[in-house]
Nanobody, 127 residues
């Protein structure tokens, strides 16, 4: 069983930056897709960024060029660097892992293959 714990959320003004972290209880780098999803208030959950076991990445179109997903195998940690934040980025952000040996595109499109989820960290962007 993989446990994921997110941190780093908060409230910032538009144009600001945040870095989210997700610590895994076991080493998942090189095996699973690891990803960030978000659920804006009153909306469905959507993929934000995925990194595959091979290092490939897939991003939500609206965050490309602003968000960067990275992972630190030595510390079993996934990061999401978020720059130039906008009010529409306001959401609960979730870390997830799954999709054993799948591509980032596959994992991005198939939330159902993400077997492990964190409890989320709230990001609020004010205008």
């Amino acid at each position: 069983q993989v446990q994921l714990v997110e941190s780093g959320g908060g409230s910032v003004q538009a144009g600001g930056s945040l870095r989210l972290s997700c610590v895994a209880s076991v080493n998942i780098v090189g095996r699973y897709c690891v990803a960030w999803f978000r659920q804006p208030p009153g909306k469905e959950r959507e993929g934000v960024a995925v990194i595959s076991e091979g290092g490939g990445t897939t991003y939500l179109a609206s965050v490309k060029g602003r968000f960067t997903i990275t992972q630190d195998a030595a510390h079993n940690t996934l990061y999401l660097q978020m720059n130039n934040l906008k009010p529409e980025d306001t959401a609960m952000y979730y870390c997830a892992a799954g999709g054993l040996f799948r591509s980032s595109e596959y994992c991005y499109a198939r939330q159902d293959v993400m077997n492990f989820w964190g409890k989320g960290t709230l990001v609020t962007i004010s205008s």
